[in-house]
């Protein structure tokens, strides 16, 4: 009678919960996290944009869980003992907190790099963010997928298919490369023998050669002629007759073109004091 008396107690407490009495989803916490393929750094170089004093990088962030009908906000902030940039000097200052549109599930938010500081050239510092879930969402998931690493710098290294053209385009150097990427229209030359035809792309490689040797021998009619590409010369306040070459959208970032009495001569000077030449 006990034994029957306590089975009928329970089953008459089992039907007696109401559906309220189990938190429904609706009420809880969506996740949130940074919709990256891998968990690698990201590398940017302004060196390949020496024109321009910032620029932005667009970070993907996604929801785990349901879209909504109203804005609901995250954060994303800065992890400071994984950064070495310096706020106001390398990067704007991230917002108090970003919104995910009503309606949607994902959205980019801008990441201002700055190139201001000329160390940038020979360094290179690395901003580390993380988003959370701020007011309306939780931050349940794992770092590593909250968490992207952002290491840049204004400064070339030698690639591989310079060695292909050296016969051409000479000795490396820094400024020669910012000099080639500026005026050649490509980024990069093919390398010889890395593809069975890879001799078909040789009229075209010498073609942005030749682009980048005008530079080099009439800066000022190149000036002249490619008022697209937003750079300048402006002569120098020291009576040597020497100029800077510039982009004044980047105007800490300049290239002197010194000039040769003897010869009647203007020549670019790399990072090393060296001519540059072709």
């Given amino acids: 009678m006990k034994r029957y008396l306590i089975i009928t107690m329970l ?36 060196a390949y944009h020496p024109e321009l004093a910032k620029d932005t990088i ?9 879209i909504t009908h109203q804005d609901r906000r995250f954060e994303l902030t800065v992890v400071d003992s994984a950064t070495t940039a310096v706020s ?79 016969g051409n385009l000479g000795k490396y150097s820094r400024v020669k490369h910012q000099l080639f990427l500026i005026s050649s229209g490509t980024t990069d030359l093919v ?31 190149w000036v002249s002629e490619h008022p697209e590409a937003g750079y300048i010369l402006e002569k120098r306040n020291d009576n040597t007759g020497d100029y800077d070459f510039f982009s004044p959208s980047a105007p800490t970032r300049r290239f002197l073109l010194k000039y040769y009495a003897s010869v009647n001569k203007y020549v670019f000077i790399d990072e090393n004091g060296d001519q540059v030449l072709f």
């Fill in 58 to 66: 667009w970070v993907p962030v996604i929801i785990s869980g349901k």
């Fill in 11 to 46: 089953v008459s407490l089992l039907f007696s919960c109401k559906k309220d009495d189990i938190e429904p989803y609706s009420l809880t916490k969506d996740n949130i996290y940074l919709n990256y393929a891998n968990t690698d750094s990201l590398v940017y170089s302004f």
């Fill in 191 to 221: 390398i010889a023998n890395s593809y069975p035809e890879w001799y078909l792309e040789i009229p075209r490689t010498l073609y942005y050669i030749a682009n980048t040797s005008y530079l080099l021998k009439y800066p000022f009619q």
């Fill in 88 to 166: 106001g000097r390398h990067y704007e200052q991230l917002k108090p907190f970003y919104k995910m549109p009503a309606g949607s599930g994902t959205v980019k938010i801008p990441v201002v790099l700055l190139n201001t500081d000329t160390a940038l050239a020979n360094k290179s510092v690395n901003l580390t963010i993380r988003v959370s879930g701020g007011e309306d969402f939780a931050s349940g998931l794992p770092e590593k997928i909250r968490t992207k690493r952002i290491l840049y710098s204004n400064r070339l290294e030698e690639p591989a298919w310079w060695s292909s053209w050296a």
